[in-house]
């Protein structure tokens, strides 16, 4: 079974609109952290967000909050007031595995969404 | 910071051809994580560093891939025999260990093999 979904494999928004980006995600560990990345053309991937598994709050970043639903295992992604430099691939990402209290630390991550910011 | 820095950038070779990537992490970091993406897909996890010890590897790292990471700072990732299905984009992070672990990635390195 897949760990990280993205159903969406293409997104369009209008410049300075909301947009929500899904990911669910899948584990039997009690303790996992999950991450969004943004990777524009350019290749790079550009941290966004973090959300760890016993988190109260949603986590908030500028305009990126995520919408974090434990019980039904997403973990979505909110970019508000859209930019035209926001266009770009997203990938959802997570990161399971505490031994010992170490992390194992390898991220799994989805197969991306591509947005498109419109003017 | 400077962030995670790849060399080289692009690399070309021919199949049967060697080839050698180096990736500099973030100076205080001491974990060094290296992923292979191919077009349209997410980043997959390759092999894991802490220090200089090796700690996980995928099935993905056939025989013919090797990394290391000799004194705890820069690590190489070397392909040996490259083959077309090699051609992908390699990603190296690094993080250090605290709660929330968040990974920085670098630039990349593209391989493409003829």
């Known amino acids: 079974a897949q760990k990280i979904t993205q159903t969406q494999p293409g997104m369009f928004v209008q410049e300075k609109e909301a947009v929500t980006l899904d990911c669910t995600y899948d584990?039997?560990?009690?303790?996992?952290?999950l991450f969004w990345y943004k990777q524009p053309s350019s290749g790079e991937m550009i941290f966004l967000i973090y959300?760890?598994?016993?988190?109260?709050q949603n986590a908030t970043e500028g305009r990126y909050s995520l919408n974090f639903q434990k019980a039904r295992k997403s973990a979505n992604l909110v970019i508000s007031a859209s930019q035209l430099g926001d266009s770009a691939m997203y990938f959802c990402?997570?990161?399971?595995?505490?031994?010992?209290?170490?992390?194992?630390?390898?991220?799994?991550f989805g197969q991306g969404t591509i947005l498109t910011v419109h003017p | 910071d400077t962030g995670v820095s790849q060399n080289p950038r692009h690399k070309i070779t021919k199949r049967g051809q060697n080839v050698t990537f180096r990736c500099d992490p973030i100076s205080e970091h001491n974990r060094l994580y290296w992923y292979r993406q191919t077009l349209g897909q997410g980043p997959e996890f390759l092999t894991y560093f802490q220090n200089e010890a090796q700690l996980e590897k995928s099935r993905l790292l056939s025989d013919r891939f090797s990394a290391e990471r000799p004194k705890g700072s820069f690590s190489t990732l070397e392909i040996q025999r490259t083959e077309q299905g090699d051609s992908a984009m390699y990603l190296c992070a690094s993080n250090r260990q605290a709660s929330t672990d968040t990974q920085y990635f670098g630039p990349g390195t593209r391989l493409t093999v003829l």
């Open positions: 990402a997570m990161r399971e595995g505490f031994a010992g209290g170490t992390s194992y630390g390898k991220l799994t």
């Open positions: 959300q760890g598994s016993y988190d109260q």
């Open positions: 584990t039997s560990d009690p303790s996992y952290g």
